[in-house]
Nanobody
Framework: VQLQASGGGLVQPGGSLRLSCAASETIRSINIMGWYRQAPGKQRELVAFITRSGVTNYADSVKGRSTISRDIAKNVVYLQMNSLKPEDTAVYYC?????????WGQGTQVTVSS
């Protein structure tokens, strides 16, 4: 599977963005689809994930402000982020955890600044 992330950009504090991760094949059988982020000088961290059965989980830093969802028919996983803060600035990556291992997409830059 190949992953293509998109939807990043420059947004003011308090704004919203929706990131998309398009998979090259069905996501129906992928165990976990996740969003990660990496800010300059920091380690990559988990933001949110959704399991094959639809269970979701979020990092404390984004809980209540973000929603991960998927469109199985379109093979796309979304990350809706609201009430964005400057500390959300990072490169966001999507990852698929498959039976053959992890697959990463390229990152999409999110910059939160006034």
């Amino acid at each position: 599977v190949q992953l293509q992330a998109s939807g990043g950009g420059l947004v003011q504090p308090g704004g919203s963005l929706r990131l998309s991760c398009a998979a090259s094949e069905t996501i129906r059988s992928i165990n976990i689809m996740g969003w990660y982020r990496q800010a300059p000088g920091k380690q990559r961290e988990l933001v949110a994930f959704i399991t094959r059965s639809g269970v979701t989980n979020y990092a404390d830093s984004v809980k209540g402000r973000s929603t991960i969802s998927r469109d199985i028919a379109k093979n796309v996983v979304y990350l809706q982020m609201n009430s964005l803060k400057p500390e959300d600035t990072a490169v966001y990556y999507c990852k698929a955890t498959t039976v053959l291992g992890d697959v990463w997409g390229q990152g999409t830059q999110v910059t939160v600044s006034s």
